[in-house]
């Protein structure tokens, strides 16, 4: 039955245009030797015109988080980067299918926003191809599949989130699917490995198999594996160790695919000058300074002299045009202040600010009405000035360590190869 369905749909899917990197630009690390081709790369060369060549490439990308980078954190993103790449929060193709009449709440973004990246999670190929459908007239600049939520709640039902990294041949027939249904590039965004499947071979297995059966090219590695002992997803980021040689073996032997580098990555210094490099939570915690270096820093682009007072009165439009939109008085005015606390982090005025929003919410109409009772918390200093270039001229590697301690080339086992080639040439 898989079978059937993947043949199918290896033949009707369109051609599409995969971005290559600049090899030099891959985190520097030599990517020489290369892997052969599998035929399916072979036979579907790039044609279209894809919406992403519009934008410079995801060199920097905002992490999906779920509850965070919803639309108000993507607004003041924006505001403080032009450049960096923003995925949405995890929506799983069910929400997509069941609220298709309500489409918009879920889906719809201001052109800004772009490049964006919508992040789908799902293991039902019905619902995902259906939800990709349902998105794609929304201009996502590319779709990404969840292969790397723990969430109890996500991966212990029905095979979703990280547990499909366990069956990479399922994996391949989504992609196929979400393409099929797609005029964006498609990637995966998943672990190191699950649980005692954490061998650097397996992690291979994965990443051949996928990129093999499916016309995937670009993965996002969360260079850590996840647990699924039922400790919580914010554990899950913090306890199992990163293993950045991982990802950097993964370069050296996967040259013709796209890798982004995800987890712990919180400076700019450590992202500077790389290639694919995604950041969540500090991009979240300490917004302004992560992201207001993004354009200069990564992206070469000239300072936008843009101060917090700026971005405030923009977003204070934005805000005051969505409170209350849902109705239930939702969003709140507590949904968007949320993500303004990542513009003050380790300011002076931060915490009474906090405080004094706190107590406004209790009884202001408006967002610029909070804003007015509050704003004063904050040093003109700090609202006035510029972004800083906290970048400095002699870069820590933070990885060199992970460079030295490179697990043994992949080779595929020849009897996946064959299995593959029998299966696309049946
Ligand atoms: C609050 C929160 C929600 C998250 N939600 C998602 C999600 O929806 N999809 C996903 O692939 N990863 C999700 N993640 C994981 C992040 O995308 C990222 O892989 C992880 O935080 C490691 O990157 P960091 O160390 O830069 O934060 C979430 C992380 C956080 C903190």
Redesign the pocket.
């Known amino acids: 039955m898989h079978c059937f369905l993947l043949l199918h749909l290896l033949i009707v899917l369109p051609k599409k245009n995969y971005r290559r990197l600049p090899s030099k630009l891959v985190c520097g690390i030599s990517t020489t030797k290369s892997r052969k081709l599998h035929p399916y790369h072979q036979k579907n060369q790039p044609h279209s015109t894809m919406v992403v060549e519009q934008y410079l490439p995801p060199w920097f990308s905002v ?7 919803d639309n108000h954190y993507r607004t003041v993103a924006r505001l403080v980067s032009k450049h960096a790449w923003l ?4 929506l799983a193709a069910e929400t997509i299918v069941y609220q298709e009449k309500n489409l918009d709440r879920f889906l719809a973004f201001p052109p800004e926003q772009h490049p964006i990246v919508l ?1 789908i ?1 799902g293991s039902n190929l019905e619902n995902l191809a259906k939800a990709t459908r349902l998105a794609n007239k929304y201009g996502y600049d590319e779709i ?1 599949l ?4 723990p ?1 109890p709640k996500v991966a212990g039902h029905g095979c979703f ?1 990280v547990t499909l990294m366990l069956d990479p041949k399922f994996v391949a027939e989504a992609m196929c699917v979400i393409a099929a249904n797609t005029d964006a590039p498609v990637s995966v ?1 998943c672990r190191i490995g699950v649980d005692d499947h954490d061998s650097y071979e397996e992690l291979c297995d994965f990443i051949y198999k996928v990129s093999s059966l499916s016309p995937t090219r670009h993965f ?1 590695i ?1 260079s ?1 594996k996840a647990l699924l002992n039922g400790i919580s ?2 554990d899950n ?1 913090k306890i199992p160790p ?1 293993k950045y040689e991982y990802f950097y073996a993964l370069l050296r032997d996967f040259p013709d695919l796209r890798f982004t580098i ?5 400076s700019i210094d450590e992202a500077k000058g790389a290639h694919g490099v ?7 915690h300490n917004s302004w300074t992560m992201l207001g270096n993004v354009d200069t820093a990564i992206y070469g682009a000239p300072p936008s002299g843009v101060t917090r007072r700026q971005v405030l009165e923009k977003y204070q439009v934005y805000a005051d045009s969505v409170l209350g939109i849902y109705g239930n008085g939702k969003p709140g005015l507590r949904d968007l202040v949320k993500p303004l606390y990542g513009l003050f982090w380790g300011e002076p005025g931060n915490g009474v600010w906090k405080r004094k929003a706190d107590a406004a919410f209790h009884h202001c109409k408006t967002f610029k009405s909070l804003m007015e009772e509050t704003i004063m918390a904050i040093p003109d200093s700090v609202l006035d000035s510029t972004v800083v270039d906290t970048s400095s001229t002699t870069r820590v590697d933070k990885f060199a360590d992970s460079k030295n301690l490179l697990p043994l080339p992949y080779t595929a086992k020849e009897e996946e190869q064959q299995e593959e080639e029998e299966l696309l040439f049946a």
């Not at 995925?87 to 995890?90: A, D, I, K, P």
């Open positions: 992490a999906p988080m779920m509850e965070w980078t995925y949405t929060e995890m992040q999670g990404n969840n292969c790397g939520c969430s989130g965004k996002v969360h850590r997803p914010a980021r990163l995800n987890g712990g990555i919180s995604m950041v969540g939570r500090a991009a979240y």
